[in-house]
């Protein structure tokens, strides 16, 4: 379970550094709507794997 945990891990982290180069790109045409939903997308993702984390810690007793 701890494995499968920090595997989705991974990948929400993986997803987030996606959704930043996205705001990059997006930062050049200046569309702030966009901008703000890929925030808010990362921040939902940060939170989550922040959680998650917490979770396994929680697991192993930290």
């Keep these: 379970m701890e494995k499968l945990i920090e ?4 990948r929400l982290e ?10 990059l790109d997006k930062k ?7 901008i703000l939903f890929l ?3 990362i ?6 794997i922040n959680e998650l984390k917490r ?4 697991r192993k007793g930290l």
């Design 7 to 10: 595997d989705l891990i991974i």
């Design 55 to 58: 979770l396994i810690n929680y």
């Design 43 to 48: 921040t939902s993702l940060t939170l989550c």
């Design 39 to 41: 925030s808010g997308k």
């Design 28 to 34: 050049k045409e200046k569309n702030t709507k966009i």
């Design 14 to 23: 993986r997803e987030s550094k996606y959704y930043e180069m996205q705001i």
